[in-house]
C-alpha cells in the first residue's frame, strides 16, 4: 500500500467525469419546479432544494397530489410546504414546465 492512498480507492477518469455530468445536471435543476412521482401513486411539485448521496431530496413549497394533477377534475392539492422525499419511495422526477409557467 503506497503511503497516503487507501488500497480500497480508484480514481478513474470516467468515473469523475460522470460525476461532474450529473452534479451539472443537478445545479442546472436547482431551483426549478419538479414533478416527482412516489410509488404509492402521489405526486409531489415542488421547487428542488437539494438531494444526497441515499437519493433523498428536499422539495420546497411543495403541493402533494393524490390524483394526476393534470387531471382538473380532481380534489384540490394538500400543501405541504418544504418536503423531504425518500429516495426509495422516487419511480420518476420531470421538469414541471406546467408549473413554472403559473409561477412566472
Known amino acids: 500500500m503506497a503511503e497516503g492512498k487507501p488500497e480500497n480507492m480508484r480514481f478513474d477518469s470516467d468515473t469523475s467525469t460522470q460525476e461532474s455530468e450529473g452534479r451539472r445536471k443537478l445545479r442546472s435543476w436547482l431551483n426549478k419546479s419538479l414533478r416527482v412521482s412516489?410509488?404509492?401513486g402521489r405526486t409531489l411539485i415542488g421547487v428542488f432544494l437539494c438531494t444526497d448521496r441515499d437519493k433523498n431530496v428536499i422539495l420546497g413549497s411543495c403541493q402533494e397530489y393524490i390524483q394526476d394533477p393534470d387531471n382538473t377534475s380532481g380534489e384540490d392539492p394538500r400543501?405541504?410546504?418544504l418536503a423531504m422525499v425518500p429516495?426509495?419511495?422516487i419511480l420518476k422526477i420531470e421538469y414541471d414546465?406546467?408549473?413554472?409557467?403559473q409561477i412566472m
Not at 414546465?97 to 409557467?101: E, L, R
Request: cysteine-free; glycine content about 14%.
Open 87 to 89: 429516495g426509495h419511495h
Open 97 to 101: 414546465d406546467i408549473t413554472a409557467n
Open 38 to 40: 412516489m410509488t404509492d
Open 79 to 81: 400543501v405541504l410546504g
